[in-house]
């Protein structure tokens, strides 16, 4: 066998997972690695922070399917990945992060640019490997997308010291990989979907919540079926939303903290929830205490540790949710599912009492103006991605979703910063798409330099920025639980249009709904990135709203 | 206290990953011991934990969700061998006491491992019952040092949980 390099072995093993783009930045520690790539016909996107590499490499995944890929060198290149790969982490999405590190003799010592980033990304990964043998490269790099992209996914490390990167060896590279603490083919066990179908059966008022594990496994088809079969409606939470086409009569939109009235509503009401690859985070759930207390709760999820980590269920079915739902929806047909009408006509009684008002100010900018008029320009598969905070929770509220992997948030960490460099990776992934980054000025202002990214690599995704001139969400929840003591909120921002220009992007700032249609409509034909910032009011807040630490049944801001 | 019975990868950071779960998410390690099995690529590790049930099921979840973790088994209190090594440094002020202490090490069936002029060294083995009576006899002397090594296990009977693991 031929002898080659540990950088080349792998490249060679990225190749044959069927890596098409690195997000990275180089650096002393991955020079070799580099190196190689200069031959290499894997395209390799130059970010202007590991953050944003992290960042744009979730948002590849999120929008593929796939794993995304990402680069950085060792020290403050690996340390800046952190953000990122915790972000992936929390919202279950597959990320591979390759660093460089040290030699090997030099691990330990304090040397110049070395960090543990095994040690400090042991929590926020779902494995991370560190090869001391080019040999060992192949075999690590399948395993890594493996346990990235399998069982519930979540990100994987490898750190290779520079001088495993460099050794020469003959080393071969296996077909299939074989980890004996890690098997994530779980066989359903018949028992507890019986009793799922038992309940289900004999449901008044079923209600789902869909989480992001529906995605992960594809489920959507069997969502759909199970819902229009039960006659149940489907509410989201903020990472599931895109899982249940929120223009179908069934949809409830997302549940939760900003949850939609008519999901906080039916799901308090509900005698049995079906919750699918929901790990009833308390953003979802209000004080878990109190959520549904009176109703029978049955749980999917391919993590067993999701299991009643959070809240007691009655029954619990681990394994892939597709095929859970498939053996659901099997067992249901044998027995038939009597006609629910009074479920059904309370559902749509609830939907229609809280159905939206106000469409008819058309010239002014509320941001869920703003939000509805976006949907109305862009086409059903468009991509949005969000920032954090009330423009995160504005589009999860006003922005409806019609197809899976076209609304990518962070949901569980919280990122600010993660949607712009989102929307790059999701752009390189499905480039026939408009991708449009709904934005914060605050949010925007962490990762903005990576419009110089998407300049220089011809990335022409949209910033839509609703600028209030603060660090918005947290202002309102001063302005509704300290006394409107604005501590640290206002913000001096730059002039986003001339900012936009200067990178060699283009800019608009928008007065009113027929200027912001024009300046999507352009942008949206445009090869060069965008931003539109549209000015809204700082008083602004996201209503309805479950105070933090209370129930569903104490929303506020609802009529 | 729960008893959690564990095969790992015997290779570098496996403890700390381990013991980083706990700590992440607020587990409590009461004793933990870790050592090579049989096999020189698995070690056992034998963990105890203060809690109820649910979060003994949970510790075990979140241990079965780590790869380097290949088998979890909780052990049930009547079903399991348990044995904890102590090393008991004591000391002797006359012969009187020396004469007393080697009366229950014998009675404890231990060993008196080392003598010096003003102390001494038992050695004792046994369940962690055991070990807490003896060193409440001994404490009026004048413990020195103490050096316990946390519980390990096995459950009783022909079932391991090595061989699972082997067939995979
Ligand atoms: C990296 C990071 N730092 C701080 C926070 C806390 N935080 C949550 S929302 C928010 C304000 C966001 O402001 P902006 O991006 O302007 O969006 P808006 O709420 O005004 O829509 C802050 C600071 C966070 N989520 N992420």
């Not at chain 1, 709904?438 to 609703?466: Q, R, Y």
């Not at chain 2, 990953?17 to 607020?26: A, E, K, L, Q, T």
Request: aromatic letters at 6%; glycine letters at 8%; proline letters at 6%.
């Amino acid at each position: 066998m031929e002898e080659i390099s540990g950088a080349e072995a792998l490249l060679e093993a990225l190749r044959r997972e069927k890596v098409d783009t690195i997000f990275g930045i180089p650096g002393g520690a991955i020079l070799p690695v580099y190196d190689e790539l200069y031959d290499s016909d894997i395209r390799h996107i130059l970010c202007r922070h590991e953050q944003s590499a992290a960042h744009m490499a979730d948002g590849y995944a999120r929008a593929s399917g796939k794993p995304g890929v990402c680069f950085a060198t060792s020290g403050p290149g690996a340390s800046n990945l952190v953000t990122g790969i915790a972000t992936a982490y929390m919202d279950s999405s597959p990320l591979v992060a390759v660093t460089g590190q040290v030699p090997k003799a030099m691990i330990g010592k304090d040397s110049f640019q070395e960090i543990d980033i095994i040690g400090i990304t042991t929590p926020i990964t779902k494995h991370n490997f560190q090869p001391m043998r080019a040999a060992e490269i192949p075999r690590i790099v399948k395993a890594a997308f493996y346990i990235a992209a399998t069982g519930r996914p979540g990100p994987v490390l490898i750190d290779i010291p520079k001088d495993v990167q460099t050794e020469k060896d003959s080393i071969a590279f296996p077909n299939e990989v074989k980890l004996r603490g890690y098997n994530p083919h779980i066989p359903l066990r018949m028992d507890e979907v019986k009793r799922a179908v038992r309940l289900l059966y004999e449901s008044k008022k079923p209600v789902i919540l869909a989480g992001g594990g529906v995605k992960s496994s594809n489920a959507f088809s069997e969502l759909h079926e199970l819902s229009e079969m039960l006659q149940a409606p489907v509410a989201t939470t903020l990472m599931g939303k895109g899982a249940f086409p929120e223009n179908h009569p069934l949809s409830l939109g997302i549940v939760g903290m900003h949850g939609t009235p008519e999901a906080n509503r039916l799901t308090i009401e509900a005698d049995v929830i079906l919750a699918i690859g929901i790990r009833f985070s308390d953003r979802t759930t209000g004080n878990v205490e109190e959520f549904c207390v009176d109703s029978k709760i049955i749980h999917i999820d391919i993590d067993e540790a999701e299991i009643e980590k959070n809240r007691y269920v009655d029954v619990a079915i681990i394994g892939d949710a597709k095929e859970a739902l498939k053996t659901i929806i099997e067992g249901l047909r044998s027995i038939g599912i009597a006609e629910k009408k009074e479920w059904r006509e309370r559902i749509l009684a609830i939907k229609e009492h809280y159905k939206e008002r106000n469409m008819d100010e058309h010239f002014k900018l509320t941001p869920p103006l703003v939000l509805k008029t976006l949907r109305r320009v862009l086409p059903e598969d468009a991509i949005i991605t969000t920032e954090v905070g009330q423009n995160q929770m504005w589009a999860a509220l006003h922005f409806k979703v019609f197809k899976p992997r076209t609304f990518i948030s962070s949901g569980g960490l919280g990122t600010m910063g993660f949607g712009f460099p989102a929307a790059i990776g999701a752009k390189v992934a499905v480039p026939d798409v408009p991708v449009v980054d709904v934005a914060g000025d605050g949010s925007f202002c962490m990762t903005e330099n990576s419009l110089s990214t998407a300049v220089a690599e011809k990335v022409p995704v949209i910033v839509l920025i609703l600028n209030n001139e603060r660090l918005g969400m947290v202002a309102q929840w001063q302005r509704l639980f300290y006394g409107r003591r604005y501590s640290a909120v206002e913000l001096r921002n730059p002039d986003f249009v001339k900012l936009a220009e200067s990178y060699g992007a283009q800019g608009w700032r928008v007065a009113d709904i027929n200027e912001l249609e024009n300046a999507l409509s352009q942008a949206l034909v445009s090869e060069i990135p965008s931003v539109i910032d549209v000015p809204i009011s700082p008083e602004e807040d996201v209503m309805p709203m479950v105070p933090p630490g209370k129930g569903l049944a104490e929303t506020m801001g609802v009529t | 206290m729960t008893l959690i019975s564990t095969i790992v990868e015997h290779k570098p950071g496996v403890l700390f990953r381990v013991s980083n779960m706990f700590r992440r998410r607020g587990f409590n390690i009461e004793s933990i011991s870790v050592g090579p099995t049989e096999h020189p690529d698995l070690a056992r590790m034998t963990i105890m934990i203060r809690g109820d049930e649910k979060l003994a099921g949970q510790v075990v979840k979140q241990l079965r969700k780590l790869i380097d973790v290949i088998s979890v088994q909780l052990l049930e209190e009547e079903q399991t061998v348990q044995r904890e090594l102590a090393l008991v440094k004591i000391r002797v002020e006359n012969p009187e006491i020396r004469r007393e202490i080697m009366d229950y090490t014998n009675i404890f069936r231990g060993r008196i491992v080392d003598v010096a002029p003003n102390s001494l060294i038992v050695e004792i083995t046994g369940t962690p019952d055991k070990m807490d009576a003896f060193i409440n006899l001994i404490r009026r002397f004048g413990i020195l040092e103490l050096s316990r090594t946390g519980i390990t296990a096995l459950s009783r009977g022909e079932a391991t949980i090595i061989k699972t693991v082997r067939a995979v």
